[in-house]
Structures are given as structure tokens and as C-alpha cells.
């Protein structure tokens, strides 16, 4: 089962799902990248090319034929697809991802926003009756609750 770490209080939870995809692609990492709909989707891949100048973070959409060899996938919550690697799973949309138990990392990414809150503490409430680790921190400050 994953250690589950949540990141309450993003400004912008797009572009630090970014920022910690670009780390953990430098350090090695393979990571999924889990967002509510297509346009959200559209708007990561846009961000991917272009948050950082010097940043080059490879990635494709989930069910592409390229997904198996790309360190960095997109996937849609309301169309579901299988990853084809399970390191780290980034989800940003407001429901449990769904075969959470094949990650080694689930990294919750929560905004500002009243209506991302609530699905979140309900998610934290689901890992913490399934005895997952939990580590909660302030994307704001960067550091640890």
C-alpha cells in the first residue's frame, strides 16, 4: 500500500503538480498524473512545456502508444486508464484513484478553493481507515503540518 502525502493550501495545484513531477522525474522517478477531465489534461500538458523555462519533463497523455516508455503520465478521472507504471500517482480530482494499493506514493495535491477541501478531507479520512501513512503539508510554506 502507498504512503499518502497531501499538499493542502496550492495556489495553483496545476503548476505544482509540475514543480514535484519535474523532481521526481530528475531523481528518477516515473510518475502519474491524475486530473478531473479533458480540459484539465489539456492544461497540464500545456503547463508541462512551459512552467519552467529550462524544465524539459516527458510526458503523454495515458493510453497513448508511447505511455509504456514516457516517464511522465497524464490520465483522466472521468476516463479511466490503466498506468503503465505505478511509482508515483499525483491525483488531482476529487474522488479515491481508483487501484491506489499499486503505487508506492499517492501525492494529493488540494487548492485554495472551499470545493476541493471537502472531497479532500473525505480522502484523508478513506486512506487514514485504511491505515495508510500520512503526511500532511502547506504547499504555501513548504513545510510539514
Known sequence: ?????????????LALACELAER???????VALRVPDGTAARQ??????????LAFVPH????????????????RADAPAEWPHHEIL????DDVPPGIEQFRMLI???GQDEAQKGPARTR????????????AFDA??????
Do not use: C
Request: aromatic share 12%; charged share 20%.
Open 1 to 13: 500500500m502507498p504512503r499518502v502525502q497531501f499538499y493542502h493550501n496550492a495556489e495553483n495545484p
Open 24 to 30: 521526481a522525474f530528475a531523481g528518477g522517478r516515473k
Open 44 to 53: 497540464l500538458d500545456q503547463l508541462l512545456w512551459s512552467f519552467h523555462q
Open 60 to 75: 503523454v497523455m495515458a493510453g497513448t502508444p508511447l505511455a509504456p516508455e514516457t516517464p511522465v503520465i497524464i490520465g
Open 90 to 93: 499525483f491525483n488531482l480530482a
Open 108 to 110: 494529493e495535491i488540494i
Open 124 to 135: 484523508w479520512k478513506h486512506y487514514k481507515n485504511l491505515d495508510l501513512p500520512l503526511q
Open 140 to 145: 504555501v510554506r513548504r513545510e510539514a503540518l
